[in-house]
Every structure is written in structure tokens, then in C-alpha cells.
């Protein structure tokens, strides 16, 4: 374990060097100001080549029949889609089976993690090499129920950088836990994208995916989500920040989708104009039909 210690240890450092990431950011930016400045930073819709709908069925199905037949009903709908990207993320030991009873191409397969070292002595853990391995094409990194069991910033960044390695696509989770009438929320947002993507690449970063999960918003009904109005200013903001980061083009061409109780009734509010490439789904995603109303609301922005 002292080797993961130590790149920790190493990634801390390196963090702290002109940026602040440990401390809140004082005096934010208020949200009117994110308004004006982000105007002109316009996505447009041809731009974003891809949408994406992404399924996080967690820790779900508890049988590996189940699974098959939950997918089974995922990849017959899924032929209809010409725009957007299926992946379904189950848990790790259905992938090579799913993957493997499967001949379409239309969706690929993800992890829910993966961890900090290649091989080794790490009992229980699986590497972003053996995902890609068994055909994994994507990792979610950085749920808000893996940062709940102790997951840091500088972890993610680690398992982001094995992911790029290994040739997998990160789908990296940010967001606040609770919004607030000041905007300190953003102060939350802004040192998560800054621990996590400081001296990254542009090449690695043009390969990730970023998901924009509050966390207040995971895991309830619709109608709890993050408005359509919120959604597109926060995403903005991400942007805002990637775009002082790295560069403007960087930050417009950013995937960035969002993920936190959508369902095939909110769906299309929330994909229209906020200019993010698509959604996580968590529970939505156990319903072919509902994952499917997802799908297809994203589908049809995308053509129009
Ligand atoms: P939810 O979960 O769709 O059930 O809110 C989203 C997530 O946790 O990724």
C-alpha cells in the first residue's frame, strides 16, 4: 500500500502549487456574473459530435440471469438510435458476460471504478486494464457514493490517469452536495475540476467525459432534478473554469453530461439548450422502457 501512499502524497504536492484546492475559494464569483461572462461562450449543437446516455445500475441486478434480461431489453431498443451513444455500466463481474453475449455494436460497456494501481497485492480490487481487457470502454470515476466511502479528489485523478492509460474513457462525477442562495456551491465545483484535472494533458483531457452529478439531486423523482436553467448555467461555469484552466476551445469542446434523477419525463427539458452531450442515469436505468424514453429524447434533440 505504501506505493498508493506515496503517489497520493506526490499528487497533493503537485496540486498545491498555484492553485488552491484544499481551501475554499473566496469571494466567488456570484452566479450574475457567470451569466454575463459565459454569454458568449456559446456551445453549438454541431459542435457536441456526440450524446451520450450512460447507465449506472450501481449495485443492481442481484443475479446474472437478470442482468442478461435487463440488457436484452436495453440492446433490442437500442437499434433504433443513430445519435446517441449507449454504455451501460453494470457491475464489474456481469461486463465480460454481457460483452461477450452480445453482437450488435450500438452500446459499449463501462466500469463503476477502478483502482489506483495495475496489479498487485489489492485484494477485492479491479484495475482499469483488466476492464479494458474484458471489453470495458469507459469507468466511472468519482460517484458521489464512492467519494461517500472515502474516495478523494486525488484519488480520481490517479484512477483518471490508469483509465487514460489503459485506453478507457473516465467519466469523471463533480458537483456540490447542497446549493446555497450565495453561490458557495461553486466554491465546491471550482476545487473539484482543479484538483482533479490540474496539469492534465489536453490531449487526456479531450478523452474525458465530465458528469455533472449534485448530489442533492441523485437518486430521487423528476421532478427533484436540477432545472433546465441551473443545469445549463452550472455547466457553463464548469467551462468557465476549464476554460482558465487550459484554453477556451478546450472548454467548448468539453463533454460534459449531467446525471442526478433523470427520467424519461424530464428528459427533454433538460437536454434542450443546456448544451450538455447527454446523461448518467442511475435508477431510470433498470427500466429498459424508461432508460429507453431517456434515450430517445436525447436521440431526438440530437437529429433536429
Ligand atoms: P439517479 O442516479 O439517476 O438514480 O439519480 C444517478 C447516479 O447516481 O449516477
Sequence with gaps: MAKVQKRKTARKKRNTQGVVIKNKVKNETPIKKIRMQTKRMAVSKTKSKKFYVIANWKMNPTTAPRAKALFGAISERSRRLKYTNIVVCPPFLYIDTLKSGYSGRKIAFGAQTCFLEESGPFTGEVSAPMIKSVGGEYVILGHSESRAMGETDEDIRTRADNALNSNLTPVICIGEDARDEDGDYLAVIKNQVHAIFYGMSRDWLRRVIIAYEPIWAIGKTGKDAV?????????????????????????????????????????????????VEGFLVGSASLNAEEFFGIAEAVEDYAKR
Design 227 to 275: 432545472t433546465a436553467h441551473g443545469l445549463h448555467e452550472t455547466g457553463m461555469y464548469i467551462r468557465k473554469i476549464l476554460a482558465e484552466m487550459f484554453d477556451k476551445s478546450i472548454a467548448i469542446e468539453q463533454r460534459i453530461l449531467y446525471g442526478g434523477s433523470v427520467k424519461a419525463e424530464n428528459a427533454s427539458a433538460l437536454i434542450d439548450g443546456t448544451q
